[in-house]
């Protein structure tokens, strides 16, 4: 399983940013995908999930300022960030499994078996 992430930089704070996480068109059809981010010194924390049915659940912290969207045709999940903050630097994941996501629930990090190699985030203010 390849997850391949990447749009990650360096932003202002107030400003937007996207990011990707690319992947086969198998991984993406029947595997359970989420987002995660691990800033230093801290533990990594879900943003939310994609369902292989392509239903979007997120976890109790982005309280509206991000945004995760899909493209089926290029099999790729996004992250998007808005108003980005200081406390938004981090390395952000894209994580798969092949189990079927929990129903109404974002699963912690050892739910995933397959990672990306993250792409770092650092908002300046």
């Known amino acids: 399983v390849q997850l391949v992430e990447s749009g990650g930089g360096s932003v202002q704070a107030g400003e937007s940013l996207r990011l990707s996480c690319a992947t086969s068109e198998l991984t993406y059809t029947y595997y359970c995908m989420a987002w995660f981010r691990q800033a230093p010194g801290k533990q990594r924390e879900a943003v939310g999930k994609?369902?292989?049915?392509?239903?979007?659940t997120y976890a109790d912290f982005p309280k509206g300022r991000f945004t995760i969207s899909q493209d089926n045709a290029q099999n790729t999940l996004f992250l998007e960030i808005h108003n980005a903050k200081a406390e938004d630097t981090a390395m952000y994941y894209c994580a798969a499994d092949d189990k079927a996501c929990p129903f109404d629930a974002v699963p912690a990090s050892p739910f995933f078996a397959f990672w990306g190699q993250g792409t770092q985030v650092t908002v300046s203010s």
């Open positions: 994609r369902d292989s049915d392509g239903r979007i």
